[in-house]
Each structure stands twice: as C-alpha cells, then as structure tokens.
Nanobody
Framework: QVQLVESGGGSVQAGGSLTLSCAVS?????????????MGWFRQAPGEEREGVAT????????SYAEFVKGRFTISRDSAKKTLYLHMNSLEPEDTAIYYC???????????????????WGQGTQVTVSS
C-alpha cells in the first residue's frame, strides 16, 4: 500500500506562486518503488471533473503537463525526501481547485495527464486564487 499526504495549499492573489508537496510512503521499499513508478498532480474545481495537471517518472525524469499549465507549473520529485512537488507560478483564478497527488504502479504503461491508471490518491489540498 501507498500513502500520499499533500500540503502547501492556501490562498494567493492572481500572479502569485505556491508550492504543493506530497509526502510519499509505502509499507515496503519494493512497494514504494513499484507502486510510485509514475506520480502525478490532479485537480478538481467545484462542479468540474477532475483533470490531470502534471506527471513525473522518477527513473527517467520524464514529465508531462496539461496545456493549461505549461510554462507556469513545474513538477519535481525529491527521492531522498520521498516527496513530490508542484511549483505553481503565475497563478490565475481559474487554477482554483482541490489539488490531489496520485501514484500509478509500474504494471500500467504510460504516464500522462490523461492516464486512468492512478490507483493511489491523497486527500487533497485546497488552492484558492483571487483576482
């Protein structure tokens, strides 16, 4: 099993920045390596469907981003700290949502923002951007 705990959400004015963190843990080293092969950030605004924001594969440092965050958000992972980050710059009111950290195991191919194979989820952290 994998546990994901997000933090770092809050309220910020348009144009501001926030960094979200996701602490990753598992019941064994093997589980950690296998089940967190692909990590991602997703978000869900009120009345909207959840959407992928960014994904990261640690073994290759490969990333993918949704078009609406390209150039503004950066996903990264600190293996030593077992933490996934989402650095958000130039925030817009449209970025207001609950942001979720998620993990996808190695058994599934691909690691993109449109993947439906993320099986582990955090509880979410609220980001509110005011104009």
């Amino acid at each position: 099993q994998v546990q994901l705990v997000e933090s770092g959400g809050g309220s910020v004015q348009a144009g501001g920045s926030l960094t979200l963190s996701c602490a990753v843990s598992a019941d064994s080293t093997l589980s950690y390596m296998y089940n967190t092969y692909c990590m991602g950030w997703f978000r869900q605004a009120p009345g909207e469907e959840r959407e992928g924001v960014a994904t990261f594969i640690e073994s290759t440092s490969s990333t993918s981003y949704a078009e609406f965050v390209k150039g503004r958000f950066t996903i990264s992972r600190d293996s030593a700290k077992k933490t996934l980050y989402l650095h958000m710059n130039s925030l817009e009111p449209e970025d207001t949502a609950i942001y979720y950290c998620a993990a996808q195991s190695r058994r599934f191919p691909g690691c993109g923002v449109s993947s439906r194979n993320f099986g582990y989820w955090g509880q979410g952290t609220q980001v509110t951007v005011s104009s």
